[in-house]
């Protein structure tokens, strides 16, 4: 699904890292010039950011913490598949604990999993510490998880599932939706910048697309097991083995990302 979410969603992705590129393109304070930029991905998931973070900024050797020992077998294939291997180097830390060291960063980077965190406000904390004075933090998040049958006939079963989703991440205790610029900003953080990305992808999509729409749809279904009605279930099903022959999907979603320095 992650996987799917960087090839699907790619042109967001290259932009985002463009901009992240330019913003850490001056050495922050403390840094000796000699020295490679330093970049920690905190829930690096399968290395998305770890990946594209090492490619485009020149040199930098990158920590990729995550608590999921699975993501980070995967995140380490990729990354020596990809001839980047020397420069990502994997850490397993459950971030709701004690931190393991992971500074001095010049870059501390989390895409789509501060809202995992028990506590957000303290894992902010803990990143200014991993970083330089001037760092750069970047924490990418989204509202919902991607739409894909809007405007079809099947529209009002998908907003059903988001609806019962969005209850269930509520108990769940994910912070979805969190005053994230007030986060930042208290956990002293200063330039604080929001800018909000909305992708919208029309047809005719690329298999990836169709591939991603069923990958979603699915594990939406199963994550709903108890909480729709059973008619409800089994059109998910159906609607997401039907993927690949549909001329009608669409790619709703909108991430924002914030920016803020040490
Ligand atoms: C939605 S994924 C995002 C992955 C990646 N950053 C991306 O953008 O594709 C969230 C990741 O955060 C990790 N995670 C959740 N809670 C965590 C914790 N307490 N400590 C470390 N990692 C955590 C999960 O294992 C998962 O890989």
Known sequence: MLDLDAEVLHEYHRELIGWVGQESADRPQGRPAADRPRVVDLGAGSGTGSLALARELPGAEVTAVDVDPDMLAHLRA??????LGDRIRTVEADLDAAWPPLGPADVVWAA????????PGRALASALRVLRPGGLLVV???????????????EGLEDRAHAEL???R???GLHMRADWAGLIAGAGFSAVTE???????RPPLSPAAARYAEVALLRMRHGLEERLAPTDLAALEKIAAGMGG???????TTRTVWLARA
Do not use: K, N, W, Y
Not at 195 to 201: D, G
């Open 166 to 168: 969005a209850r269930r």
């Open 112 to 119: 789509s999993s501060m809202h995992h965190m028990a506590d």
């Open 78 to 83: 990729r990354a020596d598949a990809a001839g």
């Open 246 to 252: 549909r001329s009608d999907l669409t790619v709703r």
């Open 170 to 172: 509520h108990e769940a």
């Open 140 to 154: 990418a998040e989204l509202e919902s998880f991607p739409r894909f049958l809007t405007g079809t006939a099947d």
């Open 195 to 201: 800018r909000r990305f909305e992708i919208s992808l």
